[in-house]
């Protein structure tokens, strides 16, 4: 299928494709009921519903999609964009906006040494080797431990320009870098923690954080069709929070209300309805999910019947 004839006129949305992020990227997309077929081996597809291609990309070139407007949307991590940054800044016509906190994906660019070595501080790595995939964070990381801030480009002897030099020795390496130390590459690496299992079965422990992460949605400053940009962004924003509440229903006497009320305050005010037993109301009310279960012991401590909890499948909230 020729599908590179059939990109004029769409919206083109940079998705992972492969990697940590993909499955959450996925489930977001269908729960947003953004509709598409991905061929084998095609890294793009067209979606049925509306007027937009998803270009799958290794989430390391999103940002740089993305910023030079070659496409209007992305999905990536917030690590993955300080680094495009920390490379290539932004200006008035280049660079990213982002557009929401997608709240999964969530890990740290961390510096770590072996557990058994001897460094115990960042600090103590400053001159020594340092093996990495964000080469870009490390020297800008590495420089502020040197005192040497502003990296930028000053005259060499022969009046050309030249990069100023930091002393701690940063080598990039594409994958598997947290067994950097035991082969003897390096004597410190930075590289992203999630559960820390991998970090600690390498024999490593984290000894600074350069950065937080976690998958947000991203912008060009100017993008083909903002209007489309804005309608994807809410659907995702109430996909989201779908997935962060749940519905909870209860009845309660009028006489405890208040109480009651405050413990399920909602996400601008609960849902109150009478019921024809006097004196009694019916309480609809957003709750937080991993909430839910401390709310329900409260409720019924204060006189709470009833109590439903239902799953939201999407929503659009203020």
């Known amino acids: ?3 590179v004839n059939h990109l004029e006129g769409r919206l083109l ?5 492969k990697g940590r992020l993909q499955q959450a990227t996925l489930d977001l997309l269908h ?6 077929h991905r061929y084998s081996r095609l890294d793009i597809a067209l979606v049925q519903n509306h007027p937009i291609a998803l270009v799958f990309l290794p989430a390391a070139d999103i940002p740089t999609f993305v910023g030079e407007g070659r496409v209007d949307l992305g999905i990536t991590g917030r690590d993955q964009v300080a680094e495009h940054e920390s490379i290539t800044p932004a200006n008035s016509t280049t660079g990213v906006e982002e557009v929401l906190d997608l709240g999964f994906g969530k890990c740290k660019l961390q510096v770590q040494v072996p557990e058994k070595g001897q460094y115990r501080e960042a600090k103590e790595l400053v001159g020594k080797h340092v093996v990495t995939s964000f080469v870009g964070l490390s020297e800008a990381y590495f420089a502020k431990l040197e005192g040497q801030e502003n990296l930028d480009i000053t005259l060499n002897g022969d009046g050309q320009q030249a990069k100023k030099k930091l002393r701690t020795k940063i080598k990039y390496v594409g994958g ?3 067994a950097a130390c035991a082969l003897g590459v390096a004597d410190g690496i930075v590289d992203l923690v999630e559960s820390g299992e991998t970090m600690k079965a390498a024999g490593l422990k984290a000894i600074d954080t350069v950065v937080e992460s976690t998958a947000i949605l991203i912008k060009s400053k100017n993008p083909t069709n903002p209007e489309l940009v804005n309608l994807i962004a809410e659907r995702i924003k109430g996909v989201i929070t779908a997935q ?3 519905l909870c229903q209860y009845n309660i006497h009028r006489s405890t209300l208040e109480t009651a009320t405050k413990i399920t305050p909602g996400k ?3 849902t109150i309805n009478a019921l024809e037993a006097e004196g009694w109301v019916a309480v609809s009310s957003m709750v937080e999910k991993k ?6 012991d409260e ?4 006189g709470a019947t009833d109590i439903l909890v239902l799953d939201i499948a999407n929503s659009r909230t203020g």
């Not at 949305?13 to 494709?17: E, I, N």
Request: glycine share 4%; hydrophobic share 50%; charged share 25%.
């Open 1 to 3: 299928m020729d599908l």
């Open 13 to 17: 949305f940079a998705v992972p494709k």
């Open 31 to 36: 729960g947003s009921d953004i509709q598409f």
């Open 176 to 178: 598997s870098v947290e």
């Open 244 to 246: 962060k509440y749940v």
């Open 268 to 270: 601008r005010a609960p």
């Open 291 to 296: 909430k839910i279960a401390t709310v329900m």
């Open 299 to 302: 409720l019924t401590r204060v």
